[in-house]
């Protein structure tokens, strides 16, 4: 049995990583009590101990706004730590994937759908990290796989202490009687974080470098539930354009999914991934 280690396994993606591997691989997901990834001889003792084949580290600060608030904090999760992980696999022989973000291209003076060749600056202190991370996990390891994940959601909630997500925030607005109001100055992917999971799999057979993982869409925000909407035949007066968020700073960070494509992976479109999963949890929306 191969044998993955998982950072961040409390978390949102981690979690539903573990759960969905445990069956069909001998999964060590520490906590972040058992494994801070910002000290390295820990890191290194953990590897020396479980010796893994792959490693999906997912663990960080991914609150943007806590980014904002403590840089210094975060960059030694975010950067450091991201550093140490991939500096261990490269000793121990193991099989690194780094959770990078779209994030990255928020700031690029090039429009969407953007490409893993373009050169990024990204504007938040989040992206900025993130984009270390990536450098240096690569300089530690050119085979380290980077994944540029988008937005993800679930339908439900793994456990009541994980951050909420865009489906979910959806469905809880649907119970107040508010206009629901999207960015018209937003463009997104939005995936169904089942879908990544899934598609793990493949990724750690990629060979290293960077790329777009995730669900495309080009539409901006409000368009892009406006048509859900439209073809789960939901009553779209519900739905408000948000003109304010992201005015001063116009965000695409929309992403080419050629790279991957073209390696055998697929994602559903934002839009197809969207409608499946409101078709799945219509009655408990409207019951
Ligand atoms: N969720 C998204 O939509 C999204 C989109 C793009 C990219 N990403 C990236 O994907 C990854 C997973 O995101 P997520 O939403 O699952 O994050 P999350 O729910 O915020 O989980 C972060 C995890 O990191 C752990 N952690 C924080 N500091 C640590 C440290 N020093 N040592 C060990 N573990 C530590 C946390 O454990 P404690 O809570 O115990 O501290 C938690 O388990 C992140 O790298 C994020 O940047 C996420």
Redesign the pocket.
């Known amino acids: 049995m191969r044998r993955l280690l998982i950072?961040?396994?409390?978390?949102?993606?981690?979690g539903r990583i573990r759960k969905y591997y445990s069956a069909d691989y001998d999964v060590y997901a520490p906590?972040?009590?058992e494994?801070?990834?910002?000290d390295r001889e820990t890191v290194r003792a953990a590897f020396q101990k479980y010796r893994p084949d792959i490693v999906i580290h997912?663990?960080?600060?991914?609150?943007t706004a806590l980014c904002e608030r403590e840089p210094e904090r975060s960059r030694k999760?975010n950067v450091d730590?991201s550093r140490n992980m991939a500096a261990a696999s490269a000793e121990f022989h193991a099989k690194c994937l780094l959770?990078?973000?779209?994030?990255v291209y928020f700031g690029s003076a090039l429009h969407g759908p953007h490409s893993e060749e373009e050169s990024v600056a990204p504007c938040t202190v989040y992206g900025r990290q993130?984009k270390k991370a990536e450098e240096a996990c690569l300089e530690q390891s050119q085979d380290c796989v980077v994944l540029r994940?988008?937005?993800?959601y679930d339908t439900e909630s793994a456990s009541r202490s994980?951050?909420s997500?865009f489906f979910r925030t959806l469905r809880n607005g649907l119970q107040t009687a508010d206009i629901l109001r999207y960015p018209v100055w937003d463009v997104r992917g939005i995936t169904d974080v089942n879908e990544a999971v899934r598609n793990l799999e493949k990724a750690w057979d990629l060979p290293g470098g960077i790329y777009n993982f995730g669900s495309f869409n080009d539409k901006n925000t409000y368009e892009t539930v406006l048509a859900v909407f439209a073809e789960l035949g939901w009553d779209t007066k519900r739905l408000g354009k948000n003109e304010k968020a992201f005015a001063e700073n116009p965000r695409n960070i929309s992403m080419s999914l050629k790279k991957i494509q073209d390696n055998g992976i697929v994602f559903s479109s934002t839009r197809e991934a969207l409608v499946r999963s409101g078709r799945q949890c219509s009655r408990s929306f409207f019951p």
């Open positions: 950072t961040g396994a409390s978390g949102f993606f981690g906590s972040h009590a494994l801070d990834i910002t997912s663990a960080a600060v991914s609150d999760i730590g959770c990078s973000s779209d994030q993130k994940l988008s937005w993800m994980e951050h997500d």
